[in-house]
């Protein structure tokens, strides 16, 4: 587990990256929508903090992380409303922010397993735990911003991040050090995003046409 001092200040570190990151992509989804200051803000904290809290209630894993730590509302707002001051120059930093973006998805899917194992949950429900962390607030931007949540649609999200769970709690389950168990998982996760991305690597789709009257 994360438990380690060291590991402890080095994934504190990661999340506020991460959510920092996802606040200032919400807000410029919220600025697409053309949504006041208030609702850039809240469009930040949901994305930002949302699936860790969605985790956290499915769970019973009280207090949730922002409440416990109000800073991170702060954090988040604040991410939030310095987007909008830097927008006009957000497009260049396109890049920078695709790998923020998945290094967010592979730290938060690390801590929601870790949270399912510290609750001595089965095995599929731990990774469900990682996705639910990884995912979620993306999904509740969407859903607010009318639409499609990127997650229902065929990039490799959630697929990276039940690969990048799966190979850390099942790294530990083996008895393998725990360190080498979460980089390997963390950069498998990480590099296949990115690959993903680069190579426009996407799920299959269903599509149906029909008319079923």
Do not use: Q
């Not at 699936?51 to 954090?75: C, F, I, K, M």
């Not at 979620?136 to 649609?153: A, T």
């Not at 999200?157 to 080498?180: C, E, I, K, M």
Request: hydrophobic share 55%; proline share 4%.
């Amino acid at each position: 587990m994360i438990g380690e001092p060291e590991n402890i200040m080095l994934f504190h570190a990661l999340y506020i990256v991460a959510i920092v990151a996802e606040a200032m992509t919400a807000a410029l989804a919220a600025g697409r929508r053309s949504m006041d200051w208030v609702g850039v803000c809240l469009l930040g904290c949901v994305t930002a903090l949302g699936g860790g809290s969605t985790r956290d209630v499915l769970l019973g894993h009280y207090p949730l992380s922002w409440v416990e730590h109000p800073n991170y509302l702060a954090v988040t707002a604040g991410a939030a409303l310095v987007t909008i001051a830097i927008a006009r120059v957000m497009h260049h930093l396109r890049s920078i922010f695709l790998i923020l973006d998945a290094i967010g998805l592979v730290v938060f899917t690390v801590i929601g397993c870790n949270v399912a194992l510290d609750l001595h949950l089965p095995f599929i429900v731990v990774i469900m735990s990682g996705m639910i962390t990884g995912c979620v607030g993306g999904v509740l931007r969407d859903v607010l911003c009318n639409d499609i949540p990127l997650l229902f649609r065929s990039e490799l999200y959630a697929s990276v991040s039940v690969v990048a769970g799966s190979l850390y709690v099942g790294g530990l389950a083996a008895g393998l050090p725990h360190d080498p168990v979460m980089i390997v998982a963390m950069a498998a996760g990480l590099v296949l995003h990115l690959l993903a991305i680069r190579y426009g690597w996407n799920m299959p789709k269903f599509v149906y046409t029909r008319d079923l009257h």
